[in-house]
């Protein structure tokens, strides 16, 4: 009798390892899976965070350019610079489009520059979840958005991107059914578990030199 004791235990030590075996390999599966489209996402924020700090650098510069901002407001921002060089002032304007159609909360993020194909908007980025800029006094207070600003000396910018799908962690979200809980998750109708986005931001404060 013991001897038989002996054996079913070691079948249900065997089967724990196993199933701990392989939930440590989807687990790790699922990890590298989530690393590599935070990469991808990531990789989104790299040119359009350089073109726009270039162009925030310059608001400004120029001959008898205007040191105010038509627009500062926490999602878009237009400013004088002078951007090719020519010695006249150029308008540049950032601002997000409207949520694209269906269930995403994603916007693109557009560029105007007037003396750039007639100043016609190009789509400077997709998949944007969010854009916010906080403008700076020389006190480093500051300055509420509004149109016609004067005295802004430095803007911060944050810029937030999203996976342009979603991703499921079968590992740690539970069914809907079963009503668990999804680390921030949103629902996906056409599936039994919760699903999420991947997210990457960026953010930088930009000191024009010619304000």
């Not at 997000?96 to 908007?121: C, D, F, M």
């Not at 006094?137 to 810029?159: D, E, M, Q, R």
């Amino acid at each position: 009798m013991s001897i038989m004791l002996d054996l079913i235990g070691s079948m249900i030590v065997r089967g724990a390892i196993m199933l701990t075996f392989l939930y440590l390999t989807i687990n790790l599966q699922n990890a590298l899976y989530e690393k590599t489209i935070y990469a991808a996402v990531k990789q989104k924020t790299v040119i359009p965070a350089e073109i726009l700090t270039d162009d925030l650098r310059l608001a400004g510069y120029g001959p008898a350019t205007s040191k105010s901002f038509p627009v500062a407001y926490q999602q878009s921002i237009e400013f004088y610079a002078d951007i090719n060089n020519d010695s006249v002032a150029d308008l540049v304007h950032y601002y997000l489009g409207p949520v694209y159609a269906g269930t995403t909360n994603h916007y693109s993020l557009y560029r105007e520059v007037s003396s750039i194909n007639g100043g016609a908007p190009y789509e400077l980025a997709r998949d944007v979840d969010s854009i916010a800029f906080t403008y700076y006094g020389s006190t480093g207070a500051v300055i509420s958005p509004a149109l016609n600003v004067s005295g802004i000396k430095s803007i911060k910018v944050y810029l937030s991107f999203e996976s342009n799908g979603k991703t499921t962690d079968i590992m740690t979200t539970g069914r809907r059914t079963k009503g668990a809980y999804s680390k921030g998750s949103e629902d996906d109708t056409t599936t039994a578990f919760a699903t999420h986005y991947i997210k990457a931001t960026w953010e930088r404060t930009i000191f024009p030199q010619n304000l």
